[in-house]
């Protein structure tokens, strides 16, 4: 009787090969092993995406054939094309056929008797029919049971597969040397919000609350900002001055 191997996981360096095609636009090609649930095993299919390696199933496959995209883990699946399976039947025939020739080495032995090889024969021929199904039932048995059990892990495989991520969020704050603030927000790949003009109150407020660094890089703008403004306005006022002297001597 023959032992099956455990399949070997996908090595740290193989995971990284797959990422690589996968950004390259490139889905690599890979074979389910006797591990895999759900897909019979040396059945091919293609690498569409990886997720996070803690969930166990990360890698998303999509087998050969097939619409659906799958959830497999790094056991179910390798990248060594597997050898045909037509040259492992033949090493179960001689244990069916040990058993045949056994009844034909005995039977010469009654040679006294003409009329009893006619009865005998059918009995070893009857034995050796009977002893083969007895040996035969335990692996499609086995089979069966494993087949009935992988629906339920495809579709659990399935359901996580089209499970929807979280989109990232990125804010953009971006201010000016006159003291303006705008916000950006960009949801996934479509900006929602632009330009949203922000009061510099705000800002303030809202970087002493996020951290005190940010909060000293918003002061220090905003002191800018003022002495720029307190130039602005003694400009303006000097200016007023001389315009109200003119008035009064035109006056």
């Excluded at 097939?66 to 492992?88: C, H, I, M, W, Y």
């Excluded at 950006?184 to 951290?211: F, P, W």
């Amino acid at each position: 009787m023959s032992t099956r191997t455990k399949p070997q996981p996908l090595s740290d360096t193989e995971i990284r090969q797959i990422a690589a095609e996968i950004d390259a636009g490139r889905p690599p090609m890979v074979w389910f092993t006797a591990a895999a649930v759900g897909v019979p095993e040396g059945r091919s299919g293609k690498v569409m995406s990886l997720g996070d390696p803690s969930e166990g199933d990360f890698l998303q496959v999509k087998p050969t054939g097939s619409k659906d995209v799958l959830s497999f883990g790094p056991t179910e699946v390798t990248l060594t094309k597997p050898a045909r399976q037509n040259q492992t039947k033949p090493a179960s025939a001689p244990s069916a056929a040990k058993p045949r020739k056994e009844p034909i080495v005995t039977m010469p032995s009654p040679a006294a008797a003409p009329t009893a090889p006619s009865a005998p024969a059918p009995a070893p021929e009857a034995k050796t029919e009977t002893a083969s199904p007895a040996t035969e039932p335990a692996p499609e048995a086995k089979a069966a049971k494993a087949a009935a059990s992988r629906p339920a892990r495809n579709a659990a495989n399935a359901a996580a597969a089209k499970k929807p991520k979280a989109a990232e969020v990125t804010v953009t704050l971006s201010g000016t040397a006159d003291g303006e603030w705008t916000l950006d927000v960009v949801n996934g790949k479509k900006r929602t919000i632009k330009g949203l003009s922000v009061a510099s109150s705000a800002v303030a407020q809202a970087a002493k609350i996020l951290h005190p660094e940010f909060a000293e890089v918003v002061d220090s703008i905003h002191e800018a900002v003022r002495a720029a403004q307190q130039a602005k306005v003694e400009q303006l006022q000097a200016e007023l001055e001389s315009a109200r002297r003119l008035l009064d001597d035109l006056a």
